[in-house]
């Protein structure tokens, strides 16, 4: 037989930690990214400026340049994606916890056909907040892997012009 919610007091701090560490890691994710959007718009901003100031003879920095200011791009494109993810699971994990809770309170009593529907749901919710979060950081490695090329590319002519 199952003890229920009420004489456990550890049970539903187990149903609600784990949204709520989820909750925190979406918000910190979504913080972060927010900062590398930021970090995107001023290179392009540079970069802009650097386009319109060089001199036409620089023609191999002027490609390469706009190489970093298309990457730059889907580099924004991405950020923007991954937040939207992220505020998603932000907002289905305070569901789910909240969902939680309710089936919580309703597991000691007599109303067992809401209970099962209340934790299915909770599930659910929890599940596509999961779901966002994990999209929301496979695109910031895309991105992550996009900024790496356009480094590389930098070091590779930084060489150049020492040698």
């Known amino acids: ?82 937040m939207s993810f992220f505020y998603t699971s932000i907002g289905a994990f305070a569901a789910a916890s909240l969902v939680s809770l309710l089936g919580a309170s309703l597991a000691g009593s007599r109303y067992n056909l809401p209970f099962a529907v209340i934790a299915g749901l909770s599930f659910v919710v929890g599940m596509a907040g999961f779901i966002c979060l994990s999209v929301g950081c496979s695109l910031l490695v895309r991105e992550t892997r996009l900024a790496l090329e356009s480094h590389y590319e930098e070091a590779e002519l930084a060489k150049k012009w020492v040698l």
């Open 1 to 82: 037989m199952l003890t229920p919610v009420a004489d456990n007091p550890f049970a539903v701090l187990t149903l609600i930690a784990a949204p709520a560490v989820f909750t925190n890691a979406s918000s910190v994710l979504a913080l972060g990214t927010g900062n590398r959007l930021a970090r995107v718009v001023d290179r392009t901003r540079e970069l802009s400026r650097g386009l319109h100031a060089s001199p036409p003879s620089e023609v191999p920095l002027k490609e390469m340049w706009l190489r970093h200011v298309e990457r730059l791009e889907k580099r924004g494109a991405l950020l923007v994606r991954a």
